[in-house]
């Protein structure tokens, strides 16, 4: 399938998502984002498509956001000054407490562009970013929501939003300390310095580098390896691993306890059973 900005392609239960909007280096604007929005529902909802990887047309991953109309925004918003008489902190917990007072939904809350993030995080199969080169700002936290990140050798990664007087609003001020811990995402996102992809390999940002005109096939290899997996397990361990973040062993231990029930119940634990004692390799058909 060919859309106005992405590029889809399926293959052995993979689908192939390409942001495709080279004159802007794939900034992801309201247009791209509904179309990426429309593919990841039907991937959800395809029980023959199993794995998701999301890469960017070459040279680059994603820019980040689409800015055309960032000039226009800062303009009708009244550029209202910043109090004198109160700190950062003390101003943004009054916007905060304005925040709770309005009877929304969280994900109300998250205006534009800024919900695709949340929408890789909330996939229940598994996503893996293939960065073909540079993931700035917004591009770099849609690679953090990705389950995986593989990266080219041209890949680069940088929260350059502190550059343009801004804060990371897309989610990795929850993703990156979960990462690579504090002082790291202090460091990345207090200067906005770009990494190159062996240093991002280094913090973990990344599990693999590879040979820009490898990574591609070696993604969608070991993509297609996940593809055949008991990817209904993957999902509840996906459940459990994001839950598990916030408590403590016997919390994690008790919640594992109806997702082991749940996966016992499933074809595929059947199958893997099955193969194993027929010594044959498993056909799972993740349900």
């Known amino acids: 399938m060919k859309g106005n900005f992405i590029n889809t392609e399926t293959e052995g239960g993979v689908m192939l998502l390409t942001m495709n909007d080279p004159k802007t280096r794939n900034a992801i604007g309201e247009e791209m984002m509904g179309e990426l929005n429309d593919e990841l529902d039907r991937l959800e909802s395809d029980p023959a498509l199993r794995v998701v990887v999301l890469t960017g047309t070459d040279p680059a991953f994603c820019s980040g956001a689409n800015v055309k109309s960032m000039g226009r925004e800062n303009e009708s918003s009244g550029n209202q000054p910043l109090p004198k008489d109160r700190s950062p902190w003390d101003v943004l917990q009054e916007q905060w407490d304005l925040q709770?007072?309005?009877?929304?939904?969280?994900?109300?809350?998250?205006?534009?562009?800024?919900?695709?993030?949340?929408?890789?995080?909330?996939?229940?199969?598994?996503?893996?970013?293939?960065?073909?080169?540079?993931?700035?700002?917004?591009?770099?936290?849609?690679?953090?929501?990705?389950?995986?990140?593989?990266?080219?050798?041209?890949?680069?990664?940088?929260?350059?939003?502190?550059?343009?007087?801004?804060?990371?609003?897309?989610?990795?001020?929850w993703q990156l300390p979960r990462m690579i811990g504090l002082g790291n995402t202090f460091m990345l996102q207090y200067t906005g310095d770009i990494l190159e992809s062996d240093a991002a390999e280094k913090l973990n940002i990344v599990s693999k580098t590879f040979p820009h005109d490898e990574l591609i096939e070696s993604t969608l290899s070991f993509a297609q390896t996940i593809a055949q997996g008991a990817t209904y397990s993957m999902s509840l361990i996906k459940k459990l691993i994001y839950r598990s973040l916030d408590t403590?062993?016997?919390?994690?231990?008790?919640?594992?306890?109806?997702?082991?029930?749940?996966?016992?119940?499933?074809?595929?634990?059947?199958?893997?059973?099955?193969?194993?004692?027929?010594?044959?390799?498993?056909?799972?058909?993740?349900?």
């Open 100 to 173: 709770a007072t309005r009877t929304r939904r969280p994900q109300d809350e998250i205006e534009g562009v800024r919900a695709f993030p949340l929408k890789l995080h909330n996939l229940q199969k598994p996503s893996i970013a293939a960065v073909n080169g540079p993931a700035i700002g917004l591009g770099m936290g849609i690679a953090l929501s990705c389950d995986i990140r593989f990266a080219s050798q041209k890949a680069q990664f940088s929260e350059m939003f502190v550059r343009r007087g801004l804060i990371p609003a897309d989610g990795s001020c």
């Open 248 to 287: 403590d062993l016997a919390e994690s231990l008790r919640l594992a306890g109806p997702a082991q029930n749940l996966a016992r119940r499933s074809h595929d634990h059947k199958e893997g059973i099955k193969s194993f004692v027929e010594k044959r390799s498993p056909n799972f058909i993740g349900r």
